[in-house]
């Protein structure tokens, strides 16, 4: 019970976090290795999730900075508006 609450829970962040990225597409001009981008990325979040914990702390640390690329993503389709 307690993975499917996970993923239900991985798969409503991601369904969020997509959407918020189609709109702000949307608003920018046309940014489609951005949009690419930001795609391989939150997919690489989900495995990362998907994946089992017990990884010394790595794969925390690299979910951390795949958020932190999103984020960068984000900005970078922001300011080319």
């Known amino acids: 019970m307690k993975i499917y609450v996970k993923r239900g829970l991985v798969v409503g962040a991601l369904a969020m976090t997509l959407s918020a990225g189609f709109f ?3 608003a920018a001009a046309r940014q489609e290795h951005m949009e690419a981008a930001l795609s391989s990325l939150e997919n690489a979040k ?5 994946a089992e914990s017990n990884k010394g702390g790595h794969r925390v640390k690299a979910i951390e900075y795949v ?7 984000h900005e970078g389709i922001y300011h080319a508006e």
């Not at 989900?46 to 998907?50: F, H, N």
């Not at 958020?67 to 993503?73: F, K, L, M």
């Open 67 to 73: 958020n932190d690329a999103i984020s960068e993503v």
């Open 46 to 50: 989900s495995e990362l999730q998907s």
């Open 24 to 26: 702000i597409g949307q």
